[in-house]
Protein backbone atom coordinates (compact mmCIF):
# COMPACT_ATOMS: atom_id res chain seq x y z
CA UNK A 1 0.00 0.00 0.00
CA UNK A 2 0.94 2.96 -0.87
CA UNK A 3 -0.01 5.11 2.43
CA UNK A 4 -0.12 4.37 6.32
CA UNK A 5 -0.62 6.02 9.25
CA UNK A 6 1.25 7.31 12.51
CA UNK A 7 -0.01 6.57 15.83
CA UNK A 8 -1.50 10.10 16.11
CA UNK A 9 -3.61 9.88 12.83
CA UNK A 10 -1.42 11.44 10.07
CA UNK A 11 -1.53 10.11 6.59
CA UNK A 12 2.15 9.22 5.21
CA UNK A 13 2.76 8.39 1.57
CA UNK A 14 5.98 7.80 0.78
CA UNK A 15 5.82 8.00 -3.23
CA UNK A 16 5.34 11.59 -2.79
CA UNK A 17 8.32 12.64 -0.65
CA UNK A 18 12.02 12.77 -2.17
CA UNK A 19 14.41 10.08 -0.84
CA UNK A 20 16.22 12.38 1.69
CA UNK A 21 13.20 13.04 3.42
CA UNK A 22 12.36 9.02 3.51
CA UNK A 23 15.65 7.85 4.63
CA UNK A 24 15.37 10.96 7.60
CA UNK A 25 12.00 9.67 8.17
CA UNK A 26 13.05 6.34 8.13
CA UNK A 27 15.89 7.47 10.62
CA UNK A 28 13.30 8.68 13.32
CA UNK A 29 12.23 5.31 13.84
CA UNK A 30 8.56 5.94 13.64
CA UNK A 31 5.92 3.48 13.79
CA UNK A 32 3.27 2.88 10.78
CA UNK A 33 0.01 1.24 11.18
CA UNK A 34 -2.61 0.58 8.39
CA UNK A 35 -5.42 2.63 7.58
CA UNK A 36 -7.63 -0.35 7.61
CA UNK A 37 -6.84 -2.93 9.79
CA UNK A 38 -4.35 -0.85 12.27
CA UNK A 39 -1.97 -3.50 12.41
CA UNK A 40 1.16 -2.11 12.34
CA UNK A 41 3.43 -1.77 8.56
CA UNK A 42 6.77 -1.55 7.80
CA UNK A 43 8.47 0.57 5.21
CA UNK A 44 9.51 -0.66 1.83
CA UNK A 45 12.45 1.26 0.38
CA UNK A 46 14.20 0.50 -2.66
CA UNK A 47 16.35 1.89 -5.53
CA UNK A 48 13.99 0.25 -7.76
CA UNK A 49 10.78 -0.24 -6.48
CA UNK A 50 7.98 3.12 -5.14
CA UNK A 51 9.01 3.49 -1.52
CA UNK A 52 5.70 1.79 -0.14
CA UNK A 53 4.40 0.09 3.06
CA UNK A 54 3.59 -3.60 3.94
CA UNK A 55 1.63 -5.52 6.22
CA UNK A 56 3.78 -8.23 7.98
CA UNK A 57 1.19 -10.62 7.57
CA UNK A 58 -1.62 -9.62 4.99
CA UNK A 59 -3.69 -12.52 5.72
CA UNK A 60 -6.17 -11.29 7.83
CA UNK A 61 -6.74 -7.44 6.81
CA UNK A 62 -9.55 -6.83 4.68
CA UNK A 63 -7.89 -4.17 2.59
CA UNK A 64 -5.72 -7.04 0.94
CA UNK A 65 -6.46 -8.04 -2.81
CA UNK A 66 -4.10 -10.29 -3.24
CA UNK A 67 -0.99 -10.86 -5.48
CA UNK A 68 -0.40 -7.19 -6.66
CA UNK A 69 3.13 -6.28 -6.68
CA UNK A 70 5.13 -3.38 -7.55
CA UNK A 71 4.30 -3.18 -10.63
CA UNK A 72 0.43 -2.63 -9.30
CA UNK A 73 1.60 0.07 -6.25
CA UNK A 74 3.22 2.23 -9.25
CA UNK A 75 0.87 2.05 -12.06
CA UNK A 76 -1.66 3.10 -9.12
CA UNK A 77 0.26 5.86 -8.34
CA UNK A 78 0.87 7.70 -11.87
CA UNK A 79 -2.67 7.67 -12.35
CA UNK A 80 -3.29 9.02 -9.06
CA UNK A 81 -0.81 11.49 -10.24
CA UNK A 82 -2.24 11.93 -13.08
CA UNK A 83 -6.01 12.69 -11.97
CA UNK A 84 -4.19 15.44 -9.78
CA UNK A 85 -2.43 17.00 -12.39
CA UNK A 86 -5.88 17.48 -13.82
CA UNK A 87 -7.66 18.81 -11.20
CA UNK A 88 -9.77 16.00 -10.54
CA UNK A 89 -11.05 15.53 -6.97
CA UNK A 90 -9.15 12.26 -6.18
CA UNK A 91 -8.52 9.86 -3.14
CA UNK A 92 -6.09 7.55 -3.11
CA UNK A 93 -6.41 4.19 -1.36
CA UNK A 94 -9.59 5.34 0.59
CA UNK A 95 -11.60 2.27 2.78
CA UNK A 96 -15.26 2.69 2.77
CA UNK A 97 -16.37 1.12 5.78
CA UNK A 98 -20.03 0.56 4.70
CA UNK A 99 -19.13 -1.90 1.74
CA UNK A 100 -15.42 -2.75 3.68
CA UNK A 101 -13.65 -1.81 0.17
CA UNK A 102 -10.86 0.19 -0.73
CA UNK A 103 -10.21 1.42 -4.32
CA UNK A 104 -7.02 2.17 -5.48
CA UNK A 105 -8.54 5.42 -6.36
CA UNK A 106 -11.56 7.24 -5.81
CA UNK A 107 -12.81 9.94 -8.41
CA UNK A 108 -15.37 12.44 -7.35
CA UNK A 109 -16.64 13.95 -10.93
CA UNK A 110 -19.95 15.67 -11.54
CA UNK A 111 -20.90 14.62 -8.38
CA UNK A 112 -20.98 11.49 -9.34
CA UNK A 113 -18.39 8.50 -7.03
CA UNK A 114 -15.75 6.53 -9.93
CA UNK A 115 -13.80 3.98 -8.25
CA UNK A 116 -10.38 3.03 -10.43
CA UNK A 117 -9.40 -0.30 -9.61
CA UNK A 118 -6.05 -1.12 -10.89
CA UNK A 119 -5.94 -4.86 -11.61
CA UNK A 120 -2.78 -6.32 -12.49
CA UNK A 121 -3.16 -9.72 -11.20
CA UNK A 122 -5.70 -12.32 -12.83
CA UNK A 123 -8.17 -13.38 -9.89
CA UNK A 124 -11.16 -15.50 -9.72
CA UNK A 125 -14.05 -13.36 -11.45
CA UNK A 126 -16.07 -14.03 -8.59
CA UNK A 127 -14.06 -11.37 -6.93
CA UNK A 128 -14.73 -8.73 -9.09
CA UNK A 129 -17.82 -9.59 -9.96
CA UNK A 130 -18.35 -8.77 -5.63
CA UNK A 131 -16.65 -5.96 -6.02
CA UNK A 132 -18.19 -4.18 -8.85
CA UNK A 133 -21.74 -5.12 -6.85
CA UNK A 134 -20.27 -3.62 -3.08
CA UNK A 135 -19.84 -0.52 -5.54
CA UNK A 136 -23.00 -0.51 -7.16
CA UNK A 137 -24.34 -0.99 -4.11
CA UNK A 138 -23.72 2.24 -2.56
CA UNK A 139 -24.01 4.33 -6.09
CA UNK A 140 -20.45 4.16 -6.78
CA UNK A 141 -19.29 4.00 -10.71
CA UNK A 142 -16.36 1.21 -10.85
CA UNK A 143 -13.76 1.47 -13.70
CA UNK A 144 -11.30 -1.18 -14.62
CA UNK A 145 -8.18 -0.29 -15.52
CA UNK A 146 -5.87 -3.77 -16.53
CA UNK A 147 -2.20 -4.18 -16.04
CA UNK A 148 -0.47 -3.91 -19.51
CA UNK A 149 0.93 -7.63 -18.22
CA UNK A 150 -2.75 -9.45 -18.66
CA UNK A 151 -2.68 -7.40 -22.43
CA UNK A 152 -1.99 -10.25 -25.25
CA UNK A 153 -2.13 -9.15 -28.35
CA UNK A 154 -2.28 -11.23 -32.17
CA UNK A 155 -2.39 -9.01 -34.66
CA UNK A 156 -3.07 -5.24 -35.40
CA UNK A 157 -6.62 -5.25 -33.89
CA UNK A 158 -7.52 -8.44 -32.73
CA UNK A 159 -6.27 -9.63 -29.20
CA UNK A 160 -7.08 -12.26 -26.33
CA UNK A 161 -9.80 -12.08 -24.11
CA UNK A 162 -10.76 -14.68 -21.27
CA UNK A 163 -13.38 -15.16 -18.46
CA UNK A 164 -11.35 -12.56 -16.41
CA UNK A 165 -10.72 -10.05 -18.86
CA UNK A 166 -14.50 -10.18 -20.10
CA UNK A 167 -15.50 -8.99 -16.45
CA UNK A 168 -13.31 -5.96 -16.39
CA UNK A 169 -15.15 -4.93 -19.57
CA UNK A 170 -17.53 -1.73 -19.90
CA UNK A 171 -20.62 -1.10 -21.73
CA UNK A 172 -21.97 2.73 -21.34
CA UNK A 173 -23.86 2.51 -24.40
CA UNK A 174 -26.36 -0.25 -24.91
CA UNK A 175 -25.78 0.69 -28.75
CA UNK A 176 -22.13 0.41 -28.65
CA UNK A 177 -19.79 -2.36 -28.14
CA UNK A 178 -17.97 -2.56 -24.71
CA UNK A 179 -14.40 -1.39 -23.97
CA UNK A 180 -11.31 -2.36 -22.03
CA UNK A 181 -8.16 0.10 -20.76
CA UNK A 182 -4.78 -1.22 -19.94
CA UNK A 183 -1.88 0.94 -18.82
CA UNK A 184 1.38 0.02 -18.03
CA UNK A 185 3.46 1.71 -15.20
CA UNK A 186 6.79 1.36 -16.96
CA UNK A 187 6.22 2.59 -20.64
CA UNK A 188 3.33 5.04 -18.68
CA UNK A 189 0.99 4.22 -21.44
CA UNK A 190 -2.64 4.00 -21.63
CA UNK A 191 -4.43 1.73 -24.01
CA UNK A 192 -7.90 1.55 -24.67
CA UNK A 193 -9.86 -1.09 -26.62
CA UNK A 194 -12.78 0.12 -27.93
CA UNK A 195 -15.84 -1.42 -30.31
CA UNK A 196 -14.89 -4.94 -29.28
CA UNK A 197 -16.26 -7.98 -30.93
CA UNK A 198 -15.60 -11.52 -29.39
CA UNK A 199 -14.66 -13.77 -32.53
CA UNK A 200 -13.55 -16.83 -30.86
CA UNK A 201 -13.70 -18.48 -27.30
CA UNK A 202 -10.25 -17.04 -26.68
CA UNK A 203 -10.12 -13.86 -29.13
CA UNK A 204 -11.84 -10.56 -29.95
CA UNK A 205 -11.42 -7.89 -32.82
CA UNK A 206 -11.22 -4.19 -31.50
CA UNK A 207 -10.22 -0.80 -32.09
CA UNK A 208 -6.93 -0.01 -30.35
CA UNK A 209 -5.74 2.76 -29.48
CA UNK A 210 -2.12 3.59 -27.15
CA UNK A 211 -1.00 6.95 -26.24
CA UNK A 212 0.92 8.50 -23.46
CA UNK A 213 -1.21 8.81 -20.22
CA UNK A 214 -0.05 12.60 -20.00
CA UNK A 215 -1.96 12.79 -23.38
CA UNK A 216 -5.10 11.64 -21.69
CA UNK A 217 -7.60 13.07 -20.20
CA UNK A 218 -9.67 11.87 -17.53
CA UNK A 219 -12.90 11.99 -20.06
CA UNK A 220 -10.90 10.68 -23.08
CA UNK A 221 -12.40 7.08 -20.91
CA UNK A 222 -16.01 8.01 -22.26
CA UNK A 223 -14.95 9.09 -25.43
CA UNK A 224 -15.77 6.23 -27.58
CA UNK A 225 -14.17 5.64 -30.69
CA UNK A 226 -15.87 2.81 -33.40
CA UNK A 227 -14.15 0.89 -36.38
CA UNK A 228 -15.63 2.56 -39.71
CA UNK A 229 -17.62 0.46 -41.81
CA UNK A 230 -14.92 -0.71 -43.89
CA UNK A 231 -12.43 -1.94 -41.13
CA UNK A 232 -15.17 -4.07 -39.56
CA UNK A 233 -15.79 -5.34 -43.36
CA UNK A 234 -12.22 -6.47 -43.60
CA UNK A 235 -11.91 -7.81 -40.71
CA UNK A 236 -15.09 -9.72 -40.45
CA UNK A 237 -14.26 -11.19 -44.16
CA UNK A 238 -11.09 -12.35 -42.21
CA UNK A 239 -12.58 -14.03 -39.03
CA UNK A 240 -15.52 -15.67 -41.71
CA UNK A 241 -12.43 -17.15 -43.59
CA UNK A 242 -10.61 -18.74 -40.82
CA UNK A 243 -13.92 -20.46 -39.57
CA UNK A 244 -14.17 -21.42 -43.26
CA UNK A 245 -11.12 -23.13 -42.93
CA UNK A 246 -11.10 -24.90 -39.43
CA UNK A 247 -12.17 -27.87 -40.73
CA UNK A 248 -8.64 -29.45 -40.33
CA UNK A 249 -7.61 -28.13 -36.99
CA UNK A 250 -8.01 -30.40 -33.87
CA UNK A 251 -11.23 -29.58 -31.67
CA UNK A 252 -11.59 -30.18 -28.37
CA UNK A 253 -14.44 -29.65 -25.77
CA UNK A 254 -17.48 -28.07 -26.97
CA UNK A 255 -15.94 -27.51 -30.11
CA UNK A 256 -15.78 -31.20 -30.62
CA UNK A 257 -19.08 -31.87 -29.48
CA UNK A 258 -20.46 -29.30 -31.99
CA UNK A 259 -18.77 -30.65 -34.74
CA UNK A 260 -19.88 -33.73 -34.29
CA UNK A 261 -23.45 -32.66 -33.78
CA UNK A 262 -23.01 -30.90 -37.28
CA UNK A 263 -21.86 -33.98 -38.59
CA UNK A 264 -24.78 -35.48 -37.44
CA UNK A 265 -26.81 -33.27 -39.48
CA UNK A 266 -24.84 -33.97 -42.35
CA UNK A 267 -22.96 -31.04 -42.73
CA UNK A 268 -19.30 -29.52 -42.93
CA UNK A 269 -17.90 -26.49 -41.93
CA UNK A 270 -17.85 -25.28 -45.57
CA UNK A 271 -21.55 -26.34 -46.18
CA UNK A 272 -23.18 -23.66 -43.90
CA UNK A 273 -24.46 -20.44 -44.65
CA UNK A 274 -23.46 -17.65 -44.37
CA UNK A 275 -25.31 -16.10 -41.83
CA UNK A 276 -23.78 -18.59 -39.55
CA UNK A 277 -20.87 -16.21 -37.58
CA UNK A 278 -22.27 -13.29 -37.63
CA UNK A 279 -20.64 -10.35 -35.44
CA UNK A 280 -22.91 -9.61 -31.69
CA UNK A 281 -21.87 -7.22 -29.43
CA UNK A 282 -23.34 -9.17 -26.53
CA UNK A 283 -21.42 -12.00 -27.50
CA UNK A 284 -19.79 -11.91 -23.52
CA UNK A 285 -22.67 -13.12 -22.86
CA UNK A 286 -22.43 -16.40 -24.03
CA UNK A 287 -19.92 -19.32 -23.26
CA UNK A 288 -20.04 -20.93 -26.97
CA UNK A 289 -19.11 -19.72 -29.56
CA UNK A 290 -20.80 -17.21 -32.12
CA UNK A 291 -20.58 -20.06 -34.72
CA UNK A 292 -22.08 -22.82 -32.16
CA UNK A 293 -25.41 -21.20 -30.98
CA UNK A 294 -25.76 -19.36 -34.59
CA UNK A 295 -25.81 -22.32 -36.14
CA UNK A 296 -28.36 -23.86 -33.82
CA UNK A 297 -30.74 -21.00 -33.76
CA UNK A 298 -30.39 -21.60 -38.20
CA UNK A 299 -30.23 -25.79 -38.32
CA UNK A 300 -32.76 -26.79 -35.76
CA UNK A 301 -35.07 -23.57 -35.58
CA UNK A 302 -35.65 -21.67 -38.70
CA UNK A 303 -34.15 -24.45 -41.55
CA UNK A 304 -36.98 -26.43 -40.62
CA UNK A 305 -39.71 -24.32 -40.61
CA UNK A 306 -42.10 -24.04 -44.17
CA UNK A 307 -41.55 -20.64 -46.32
CA UNK A 308 -43.87 -18.41 -43.93
CA UNK A 309 -43.61 -20.11 -40.90
CA UNK A 310 -43.52 -18.88 -37.63
CA UNK A 311 -40.87 -19.23 -34.56
CA UNK A 312 -40.70 -17.35 -31.31
CA UNK A 313 -37.76 -15.29 -29.66
CA UNK A 314 -39.07 -17.64 -26.52
CA UNK A 315 -37.98 -20.81 -28.99
CA UNK A 316 -34.69 -19.88 -29.51
CA UNK A 317 -34.20 -18.38 -26.19
CA UNK A 318 -34.73 -22.31 -24.40
CA UNK A 319 -32.93 -23.56 -26.62
CA UNK A 320 -29.72 -21.75 -25.93
CA UNK A 321 -31.09 -21.22 -22.17
CA UNK A 322 -27.64 -23.09 -20.53
CA UNK A 323 -25.30 -21.48 -23.14
CA UNK A 324 -26.06 -18.01 -21.39
CA UNK A 325 -25.22 -15.93 -18.55
CA UNK A 326 -27.45 -14.23 -16.60
CA UNK A 327 -28.06 -10.34 -17.32
CA UNK A 328 -26.26 -9.11 -14.00
CA UNK A 329 -23.59 -11.45 -14.50
CA UNK A 330 -21.57 -8.77 -16.43
CA UNK A 331 -23.13 -5.35 -13.78
CA UNK A 332 -21.23 -3.02 -16.24
CA UNK A 333 -22.42 -3.92 -19.41
CA UNK A 334 -25.47 -1.77 -19.51
CA UNK A 335 -27.10 -3.48 -22.66
CA UNK A 336 -30.63 -4.90 -22.40
CA UNK A 337 -30.96 -7.09 -25.51
CA UNK A 338 -29.91 -10.90 -25.61
CA UNK A 339 -27.14 -12.15 -27.80
CA UNK A 340 -30.74 -14.39 -29.88
CA UNK A 341 -32.57 -10.50 -30.28
CA UNK A 342 -29.44 -9.21 -32.18
CA UNK A 343 -28.71 -11.96 -33.65
CA UNK A 344 -32.52 -12.04 -34.83
CA UNK A 345 -32.28 -8.20 -35.47
CA UNK A 346 -29.42 -9.25 -37.80
CA UNK A 347 -31.07 -11.85 -39.58
CA UNK A 348 -34.35 -9.60 -39.99
CA UNK A 349 -32.36 -7.15 -41.68
CA UNK A 350 -31.19 -9.70 -44.26
CA UNK A 351 -34.41 -10.22 -44.70
CA UNK A 352 -33.92 -14.18 -44.10
CA UNK A 353 -36.42 -13.78 -41.39
CA UNK A 354 -39.51 -11.11 -41.19
CA UNK A 355 -41.11 -10.30 -37.64
CA UNK A 356 -44.51 -10.99 -37.23
CA UNK A 357 -45.13 -9.29 -33.39
CA UNK A 358 -42.98 -8.13 -30.37
CA UNK A 359 -41.91 -12.18 -29.94
CA UNK A 360 -42.65 -13.62 -32.77
CA UNK A 361 -40.91 -14.04 -37.03
CA UNK A 362 -41.57 -15.80 -39.72
CA UNK A 363 -39.24 -17.58 -42.25
CA UNK A 364 -39.16 -15.16 -45.16
CA UNK A 365 -36.32 -16.82 -47.45
CA UNK A 366 -34.89 -20.03 -47.31
CA UNK A 367 -31.63 -20.80 -46.26
CA UNK A 368 -28.59 -21.51 -48.76
CA UNK A 369 -26.07 -24.13 -48.13
CA UNK A 370 -22.73 -24.64 -49.92
CA UNK A 371 -21.45 -27.23 -52.11
CA UNK A 372 -17.84 -26.43 -51.41
CA UNK A 373 -15.38 -24.01 -50.14
CA UNK A 374 -14.73 -21.69 -52.71
CA UNK A 375 -18.58 -20.93 -53.43
CA UNK A 376 -18.84 -20.65 -49.78
CA UNK A 377 -16.09 -18.23 -49.21
CA UNK A 378 -17.43 -15.94 -51.95
CA UNK A 379 -20.60 -16.10 -50.37
CA UNK A 380 -19.32 -15.09 -46.88
CA UNK A 381 -17.59 -12.12 -48.40
CA UNK A 382 -20.71 -11.29 -50.36
CA UNK A 383 -23.03 -11.39 -46.88
CA UNK A 384 -20.30 -9.72 -44.60
CA UNK A 385 -19.98 -6.81 -47.31
CA UNK A 386 -23.93 -6.38 -47.38
CA UNK A 387 -23.70 -6.24 -43.15
CA UNK A 388 -21.38 -3.18 -43.26
CA UNK A 389 -21.82 -1.48 -46.57
CA UNK A 390 -25.28 -0.08 -46.29
CA UNK A 391 -25.19 3.63 -45.04
CA UNK A 392 -25.84 2.85 -41.69
CA UNK A 393 -24.38 -0.17 -40.48
CA UNK A 394 -26.93 -2.79 -39.86
CA UNK A 395 -24.54 -4.01 -36.65
CA UNK A 396 -25.06 -1.14 -34.79
CA UNK A 397 -28.62 0.02 -35.85
ZN1 LIG B 1 -4.22 -3.82 6.99
Same mark, same amino acid.
Given at each position: ????K ?26 Y ?62 F ?18 ? *? ?32 A ?23 Y ?36 H ?13 H ?21 ? *? ?26 P??I ?5 T ?9 N ?28 F ?53 ? *? ?13 QK ?6
Amino acid at each position: MLQAKTKDGRTITLATMNHESIIKLKATGTLYYCPVCGKQVIMKVGIKTIPHFAHKSTADCPSYKGGEGVYHEQGKLMLYQWLMRHNMKVELEVFLPEIQQRPDILVTWNNRRI *AIEYQCARVPDKIIKLRNEGYQSVGIIPIWIAGATLFTRYQANSFRIDQFTKQLMQQYNPQMPPVLYYFCPHTAQLAILQDIFITTSTQAIGKLHISALEKRKFTDLFHLQSFTNTELQLLWQKQKYKFRH *AQGRKAYGNELTWRRWLYSKGFHLENLPSIIHLPIATQYRMKIPLWNWQSKVCLEIIDPLPMKGLFSIGECQHLLFRQQYNSNYFPLCISQTTPVQEYLRLLERLQVIQKVSKDVYKKFQPITFYHHIEE *AVQGDNQLVKELFSQKSNIIRA
